[in-house]
């Protein structure tokens, strides 16, 4: 099986930082995509910035500038820099990684998530 534990959130003022950190262990062969995703009440969850093991990124709009994400293939870790944080950056954070996995083969896990909340 494989597990991603996240880490990293909590409460921020606007104009703040924050740098959520995510771990995934496991029988692990290779991850391709690992990322972020975010949601909040009564909306779809939402990609917030991914990066292939290559190391091709991909954000949300409102994200550019703001976000940066790294990754660590040898240790399976992604991170997300949160800098200059927003009221409506508020939700929880989750920790996506689409996992080719010993035996199982090619499937995507989550993290439990990480709240985030950003006040004005």
């Known amino acids: 099986q494989v597990q991603l534990v996240e880490s990293g959130g909590g409460l921020v003022q606007a104009g703040g930082s924050l740098r959520l950190s995510c771990k995934a262990s496991g029988s692990i062969y290779s991850i391709n995509v690992m990322g972020w995703y975010r949601q909040v009440p009564g909306k779809q969850r939402e990609l917030v910035a991914e990066?292939?093991?290559?190391?091709?990124?991909n954000y949300v709009d409102s994200a550019k500038g703001r976000f940066f994400i790294a990754r660590d293939n040898g240790e399976n870790t992604v991170s997300l820099q949160m800098n200059s944080l927003k009221p409506e950056d508020t939700a929880v954070y989750y920790c996506?990684?689409?996992?080719?996995?010993?035996?199982?083969?090619?499937?995507?896990?989550w993290g439990k998530g990480t709240l985030v909340t950003v006040s004005a």
């Open positions: 996506k990684a689409n996992v080719d996995a010993v035996v199982v083969g090619r499937k995507d896990y």
């Open positions: 990066m292939t093991s290559g190391g091709g990124t």
